[in-house]
């Protein structure tokens, strides 16, 4: 194994990153697996394109996570998607395997792509080169791939929104808000996606990635107008990234706007328990002055069961009945007043 250059040492990553499983797919169909040494593929390629930089080439290790990304490096065009990371060189296609299982499907869908006849020209409507089959293949491959994430989070997602119309559940919130993170996790695939598929097609170094050895095997009235063509062929594709964005916003805002509902009645219900804490406190606050007075005039008069005189009682009577009358006139005209300033009451 090659010695980690300076860029591994700065980014600290360990040594056993630098050798990936990959498998590579000729336009043959013929398909190999290898253990491929990112150094050594680093340092064969920056032999030909110098600005490429071993920090840039990492990008395409599994082990290292890193945004959507669509770039030509001399005669290889690398696209890493999610989980994917691929190398499209003009006669094959090196695939690195991930943990994830998409890399048997995106390996037979790209073989579905590549033509029959290895002797086919450049069509005046859609292009039929194996360079760009495999273009293709990778590219359609990874919209289905989203699409299948979409329709795994779909039916989740929709579930908890359905569910919390009805009655509200902390459970069903909390799988909402789970399933919310990753709906956004993949709008935001699409739209990175999306912006380096467009991005790359007007990158002049594409029309070379596809030229340069096609100008060799086709005939001699070659359309030089190459990226138009390609643009046309991939522009269904474009749309189908679009629609599934439009598809993630229409979900994500359906839960934003249960989610806020939610909380706005979990923020009634507080502000009502908020209320009666209120109301308690001032009865409390009103029965203690109450408590306060009557104590205070009420322990100095005799109790009528227990006394002699015929004249107290009339006295505990009164001291009561105000007492009970201030308590209740007090309650009513709290509770009135809550209820016009908004307490909840």
Same mark, same amino acid.
């Given at each position: 194994?090659?010695?980690?250059?300076?860029?591994?040492?700065?980014?600290?990553?360990?040594?056993?990153?630098?050798?990936?499983?990959?498998?590579?797919?000729? /336009? =043959? $169909?013929?398909?190999?697996? #290898?253990?491929?040494? !990112?150094?050594? @593929?680093?340092?064969? %390629?920056? &032999?030909?394109?110098?600005?490429?930089?071993?920090?840039?080439?990492?990008?395409?290790?599994?082990?290292?996570?890193?945004?959507?990304?669509?770039?030509?490096?001399?005669?290889?065009?690398?696209?890493?998607?999610?989980?994917?990371?691929?190398?499209?060189?003009?006669?094959?296609?090196?695939?690195?395997?991930?943990?994830?299982?998409?890399?048997?499907?995106?390996?037979?869908?790209?073989?579905?792509?590549?033509?029959?006849?290895?002797?086919?020209?450049?069509?005046?409507?859609?292009?039929?080169?194996?360079?760009?089959?495999?273009?293709?293949?990778? /590219? =359609? $491959?990874?919209?289905?791939? #989203?699409?299948?994430? !979409?329709?795994? @989070?779909?039916?989740? %997602?929709? &579930?908890?929104?359905?569910?919390?119309?009805?009655?509200?559940?902390?459970?069903?919130?909390?799988?909402?808000?789970?399933?919310?993170?990753?709906?956004?996790?993949?709008?935001?695939?699409?739209?990175?996606?999306?912006?380096?598929?467009?991005?790359?097609?007007?990158?002049?170094?594409?029309?070379?990635?596809?030229?340069?050895?096609?100008?060799?095997?086709?005939?001699?009235?070659?359309?030089?107008?190459?990226?138009?063509?390609?643009?046309?062929?991939?522009?269904?594709?474009?749309?189908?990234?679009?629609?599934?964005?439009?598809?993630?916003?229409?979900?994500?805002?359906?839960?934003?706007?249960?989610?806020?509902?939610?909380?706005?009645?979990?923020?009634?219900?507080?502000?009502?328990?908020?209320?009666?804490?209120?109301?308690?406190?001032?009865?409390?606050?009103?029965?203690?002055?109450?408590?306060?007075?009557?104590?205070?005039?009420?322990?100095?008069?005799?109790?009528?069961?227990?006394?002699?005189?015929?004249?107290?009682?009339?006295?505990?009577?009164?001291?009561?009945?105000?007492?009970?009358?201030?308590?209740?006139?007090?309650?009513?005209?709290?509770?009135?007043?809550?209820?016009?300033?908004?307490?909840?009451?």
């Amino acid at each position: 194994m090659s010695k980690p250059c300076t860029f591994l040492r700065l980014l600290k990553q360990p040594e056993q990153s630098l050798v990936v499983e990959a498998t590579k797919l000729k /336009v =043959s $169909g013929e398909e190999s697996k #290898l253990q491929v040494n !990112l150094t050594q @593929l680093w340092y064969c %390629l920056s &032999q030909q394109d110098k600005s490429l930089t071993f920090q840039s080439f990492r990008k395409v290790d599994p082990l290292v996570p890193i945004e959507p990304l669509f770039a030509v490096w001399n005669e290889v065009l690398c696209i890493v998607v999610g989980d994917t990371r691929a190398l499209l060189y003009p006669d094959s296609l090196l695939l690195f395997w991930t943990n994830s299982s998409s890399c048997p499907f995106l390996l037979a869908h790209v073989a579905q792509h590549l033509p029959k006849n290895k002797t086919s020209e450049w069509g005046q409507d859609t292009l039929h080169h194996p360079q760009v089959a495999l273009l293709e293949g990778i /590219v =359609s $491959g990874i919209i289905l791939l #989203l699409e299948k994430e !979409l329709a795994d @989070l779909e039916p989740q %997602l929709l &579930q908890s929104l359905e569910a919390l119309q009805t009655a509200y559940d902390y459970d069903q919130l909390g799988i909402l808000r789970t399933s919310s993170k990753d709906l956004e996790i993949l709008m935001k695939k699409c739209d990175n996606f999306y912006t380096e598929l467009e991005s790359v097609l007007q990158d002049s170094h594409l029309r070379f990635w596809i030229t340069h050895h096609a100008q060799q095997e086709v005939n001699d009235s070659f359309d030089v107008d190459i990226l138009e063509q390609l643009e046309a062929l991939l522009e269904p594709y474009l749309q189908n990234i679009r629609m599934i964005r439009t598809r993630c916003a229409h979900l994500d805002k359906a839960c934003v706007d249960v989610d806020q509902a939610m909380m706005l009645n979990f923020d009634l219900v507080r502000n009502r328990f908020l209320g009666f804490d209120l109301l308690g406190t001032l009865l409390s606050c009103v029965i203690t002055f109450v408590s306060v007075f009557v104590g205070y005039f009420g322990f100095n008069l005799d109790i009528p069961i227990y006394s002699a005189s015929k004249g107290s009682q009339y006295y505990w009577y009164a001291i009561v009945s105000i007492s009970c009358i201030v308590i209740v006139i007090s309650s009513f005209v709290l509770v009135r007043w809550m209820r016009k300033s908004g307490l909840g009451i």
